[in-house]
C-alpha cells in the first residue's frame, strides 16, 4: 500500500533530473531487466484493467535496422545506436481478455463500438507508454521517446496480421549524456491548472 512521500532522491531520478536521451551509451540492456521493467509497469493502472498495450523490445541488429527502415531521418541514427528501442503497440482486440483482466463485470460487453475500442486502446496504451518510461527511470535506465516515424511501415513490420497497432516508440538504455538540450521551459502551476 502506498506509504511516505518518496524522498528527493527518487524524485530527482524519476522527474527533476531525467532528461530524454538522445545518444547512448555502448552497454546492452539484459532481458532480464526488461522482465524486470515490465513486471513494474504491468502494475500501472489502466480503464477497467484493460492493458492493451503491447511491445516489441528490439534489441537485435536485426530488429533495430527494420525499425530503422521506418523511422524518420532524425531518429534513424537513434534507434540504430540505443541499446533497446520498444515498439509500443495498442491491441484492438483488449476487450477479448476482460473476462480474465476484469472478471467481476461484463466489461467485454462495453467495447461494442469501434471508435470507443480504438480510443480506450489509444488512451491505455499512451498510459502504459508512461507507466514504461517511469518503471526505466526507476530502474536506472533513461528512456527516449519519439513519435518520428511511418506507423503504416511499423505496423507491418512488427504487427502484421493481427489488430495491433503502433502507438509510439520509446529507446532505452544508460544515455551518453550527450546531444540533450538544457532543460526547457515547463508551465507553472497557475497558468494552466485550477482548483474547482
Not at 482486440?93 to 463500438?113: I, Q, T, V
Not at 499512451?126 to 535506465?141: D, K, N, P, T, V
Amino acid at each position: 500500500m502506498p506509504g511516505d512521500p518518496l524522498g528527493d532522491i527518487a524524485l530527482d531520478q524519476l522527474f527533476r533530473e531525467a532528461r530524454t536521451q538522445y545518444d547512448w551509451v555502448p552497454e546492452p540492456v539484459p532481458e532480464d531487466q526488461l522482465r524486470s521493467l515490465y513486471d513494474l509497469l504491468k502494475f500501472g493502472p489502466t480503464s477497467a484493467n484493460c492493458l492493451p498495450a503491447r511491445f516489441v523490445f528490439c534489441t537485435s541488429p536485426e530488429a533495430k535496422e527494420k525499425l530503422a527502415d521506418c523511422v524518420s531521418a532524425g531518429n534513424h541514427a537513434k534507434v540504430l545506436q540505443a541499446p533497446v528501442t520498444v515498439v509500443m503497440g495498442m491491441d484492438l482486440d483488449f476487450a477479448e481478455h476482460l473476462p480474465r483482466l476484469f472478471p467481476h463485470d461484463d466489461a467485454k460487453s462495453w467495447f461494442a463500438d469501434p471508435q470507443m475500442i480504438r480510443d480506450t486502446a489509444f488512451r491505455n496504451s499512451s498510459l502504459q507508454g508512461g507507466w514504461l518510461i517511469m518503471a526505466a527511470r526507476a530502474l536506472g535506465l533513461d528512456a527516449g521517446p519519439m513519435s518520428g516515424f511511418d506507423k503504416a511501415k511499423v505496423d507491418a513490420a512488427f504487427w502484421a496480421g493481427t489488430k495491433i497497432e503502433t502507438n509510439f516508440i520509446c529507446s532505452l538504455g544508460k544515455g551518453s549524456g550527450r546531444k540533450i538540450f538544457p532543460r526547457l521551459p515547463r508551465f507553472d502551476f497557475d497558468e494552466i491548472c485550477r482548483i474547482a
